[in-house]
């Protein structure tokens, strides 16, 4: 299993470097974390939405790889934030879900020999998910990776958010075997007690591989604190798949 983690959104300098020595700790970890973000509304809690960094998250990444001599990934939701993206080195791009039909960035991307995240859009369905795949392998690039996060469901019951579609993975390396298929169990659960049960389903399913948010402090993150794991809740996810 390829294992993905670190923060919702890299914060600062501080907070992503004391994240990184932890996923640096397991061998293969592949350190990620968001320099833009995008949220639901401009007011979060009462204050202004945090956007992420910017071009000084990407430069946060960068120094990670130098530091810790670990691979990172990071979303980019435009060609400009590709280029820059590519400027610094990031290993793989994230295709976030709500960008999964971002055309003008899909046909950049395939032109790219660099591993690309795709994530499933919120709404999207499996075959429109397989499509993007075939955009972005059209141009040569033969590296894509898919990442069920869940979709939207009329059941939030205790905040969970999306809902892991663990019958997806199974679809997808039942049809195509040579799919790298990985679940994100934190935008997939909402709940971080959940990222655990569900990265062992997901594993069940046939899934390559996890993507979980990872944070010292959960509660603390401008975003996303709730589905994000302790460093015990990593550890005991690293032990169990
Ligand atoms: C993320 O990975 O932090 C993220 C924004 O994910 P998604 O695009 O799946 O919502
Ligand atoms: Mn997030």
Do not use: F, Q, V
């Given at each position: 299993m390829q294992i993905w983690a670190g923060?919702?959104?890299?914060?600062?300098e501080k907070q992503a470097m004391q994240i990184a020595k932890e996923v640096a700790r397991y061998e293969g970890v592949i350190f990620r974390g968001g320099a833009y973000k995008g949220q639901?509304?401009?007011?979060v809690k009462g204050k202004p939405c945090f956007w992420g960094l910017g071009e000084e998250g990407l430069q946060i990444l960068h120094r990670i790889k130098q530091v810790f001599g670990i691979q990172v990934s990071t979303e980019v939701q435009s060609v400009e934030q590709l280029k820059l993206a590519l400027d610094y080195g990031i290993d793989y791009l994230q295709v976030g879900a709500r960008h999964m039909q971002n055309f003008p960035l899909i046909r950049a991307l395939s032109y790219v020999q660099r591993p690309i995240i795709l994530k499933r859009g919120l709404g999207n369905t499996v075959d429109e998910w397989l499509g993007i795949a075939e955009h972005l392998r059209a141009?040569?690039?033969?590296?894509v990776i898919m990442c069920e996060r869940g979709v939207s469901s009329f059941d939030r019951t205790n905040?969970?958010?999306?809902?892991?579609?663990c019958l997806a993975i199974a679809e997808i390396k039942y049809q195509y075997p040579h799919y790298k298929v990985i679940a994100d169990v934190s935008h997939g659960t909402g709940r971080r007690e959940l990222a655990l049960p569900m990265a062992k389903a997901a594993k069940g399913a046939g899934a390559d591989g996890i993507m979980v948010e990872l944070h010292?402090?959960?509660?603390?993150?401008?975003?996303d604190g709730r589905q994000t794991v302790n460093f015990d809740q990593f550890k005991q996810i690293m032990e169990s798949v």
């Open positions: 923060p919702c959104a890299i914060e600062s639901n509304r401009p007011i141009n040569g690039n033969k590296d905040d969970t958010r999306w809902r892991l579609d010292y402090d959960p509660d603390s993150s401008p975003t």
